[in-house]
């Protein structure tokens, strides 16, 4: 099942509307991201998780577009573990969640293609790519603490995978700790189930994330570049 998380409100990016409803070509960035996971072969559902006062737009958008996957639209919470959580709890224990960022309209059938195939041997899988810059650590004075091998670094990216039953737990575990914080699906896991591996396959650097304006602009630019390698194929 591909989970959508389209609850964001888009604050840094300064839009009327939440990002993932922002229009590319006529189109919202959220219908982008459901239609991959629509035409995907090795999908069998899709779950929407919105902001509750867009659930309607939502429903119009699948109406209109005709998905045939779409089997659940669902109010998320106002924090990203919320909707995560929304979604586990609608499902069984033996289904494999695929948990994709709506704003990453871009993700490509080979990740997801790599995603599935890697779900045969682990419970848990993210996707993720090298990182090219030196990345510092700073202290609480802002200066350089550290300097990690970016050998060893990688920039994170969805879908992260699970076995329902694993996230599942590992949400169980972290709910019951005051001091759980979290941005990430992964991270749940790597913190309350440590001896859990969490297989991670290579991701692309179009699979971007639309957080600032400038992002809309080199989205464009990348779907573009991806139409014309089409017709020239």
Request: with cysteine; aromatic share 8%; proline share 4%.
């Amino acid at each position: 099942i591909a989970v959508i998380l389209a609850g964001g409100s888009g604050s840094r990016l300064g839009a009327d509307v939440p990002k993932q409803f922002l229009e590319i070509d006529g189109r919202t960035i959220l219908e982008y991201s459901v239609e991959v996971f629509d035409d995907h072969p090795g999908i069998d559902a899709i779950a929407i998780i919105t902001r509750e006062d867009y659930i309607d737009k939502v429903r119009d958008i699948v109406a209109r577009r005709g998905y045939r996957k779409v089997e659940k639209i669902i109010p998320g919470g106002k924090e990203r573990y919320q909707s995560s959580l929304a979604a586990i709890d609608v499902y069984e224990d033996d289904d494999i969640l695929l948990f994709h960022d709506a704003v990453r309209p871009l993700v490509s059938r080979r990740i997801i293609d790599d995603c599935l195939a890697a779900m045969e041997r682990y419970d848990a899988v993210d996707v993720a790519f090298n990182t090219t810059d030196t990345i510092i650590q700073v202290d609480s004075d802002n200066c350089i603490s550290s300097i990690p091998d970016r050998n060893f670094l990688r920039n994170g990216q969805t879908p992260q995978v699970f076995r329902r039953s694993l996230i599942a737990e590992a949400y169980k575990i972290a709910l019951q700790d005051s001091a759980f914080r979290t941005t990430d699906d992964c991270g749940v896991v790597l913190r309350y189930l440590p001896n859990e591996p969490i297989y991670v396959v290579p991701g692309e650097a179009r699979n971007m994330k639309v957080t600032f304006k400038e992002d809309i602009g080199q989205i464009q630019h990348l779907m573009q570049m991806l139409k014309k390698q089409r017709v020239g194929q």
